[in-house]
Each structure stands twice: as structure tokens, then as C-alpha cells.
């Protein structure tokens, strides 16, 4: 079993920045890619940005490549996603998830992702 929770969303300005944080407990043993995914309302899950817990492969949707950075500190307990250039089109809920994250051929999709975080709300205003 892995616990997931995230925090740090809030309002900010277009260009601005924020860091997310989840705070990771329990096993990741047999979850260990760990995962950014964001919502918006009508819409599915989009996966934002992934890396594993023990290397240092890491994923980007191409939406996000170049401002985003995903990280996990080096006692993995905590993953990170700073989000740089903020845009409205940033707006969202942003989950973290872990699990065996599947191929990464097209993405990565929440379906490969056992568990989850309850969400955190970013909203970018113009």
C-alpha cells in the first residue's frame, strides 16, 4: 500500500511559479513510478510528468516540457513537481499517483497508476 498527499496549490498570475509537493508513505517497492497527472472539469486525467523512484528517467507531456520539473528527494518520502511560466491553460486539479506507470510509448495513463492522492487545486489567472 502507498499513501499519497499532495499540497502547495494555490492562485497565481500567469508567469508566475509554484511547487507541488506529495508526501509519500508506505511501499513503493512494486509502485515505484511515481506520477503528476492534472484534471481539469469534463475532462480526463493528463499526465503531466512521471520519473521512478530509484533512477532518473523522467517523462513530460509536451504542453509542459521545459517549465515543469519533477523530482523526488533523496530519502524519497516527498515528490515534487515545480511549475515554472504558469499559464491559464495550467489551471487544473493535480494529483500524484504511483504505480508500475506502463510504457510511456504514448504517455502515461492513469490506468497503469494504483494509487492516488486526493488532488490539489492550481488555478493561473491572466
Known amino acids: 500500500q502507498v499513501q499519497l498527499e499532495e499540497s502547495g496549490g494555490e492562485s497565481v498570475q500567469a508567469g508566475g511559479s509554484l511547487r507541488l509537493s506529495c508526501r509519500v508513505s508506505?511501499?513503493?517497492?512494486?509502485?515505484?513510478?511515481v506520477a503528476w497527472f492534472r484534471q481539469v472539469p469534463g475532462k480526463g486525467r493528463e499526465g503531466v510528468a512521471a520519473?521512478?523512484?530509484?533512477?532518473?528517467?523522467?517523462y513530460y507531456h509536451p504542453s509542459v516540457k521545459g517549465r515543469f520539473t519533477i523530482s523526488m528527494d533523496s530519502a524519497k518520502t516527498t515528490l515534487y513537481l515545480q511549475m515554472d511560466d504558469l499559464t491559464p491553460e495550467d489551471t487544473a486539479v493535480y494529483y500524484c499517483?504511483?504505480?508500475?506507470?506502463?510504457?510511456?510509448?504514448?504517455?502515461?495513463?492513469?490506468?497503469?497508476?494504483?494509487?492516488w492522492g486526493q488532488g490539489t487545486q492550481v488555478t493561473v489567472s491572466s
Open positions: 499517483a504511483a504505480g508500475h506507470g506502463g510504457s510511456w510509448t504514448f504517455g502515461i495513463q492513469p490506468y497503469d497508476f494504483a494509487y
Open positions: 508506505g511501499s513503493t517497492d512494486r509502485s515505484n513510478c
Open positions: 520519473t521512478y523512484t530509484g533512477g532518473t528517467i523522467t
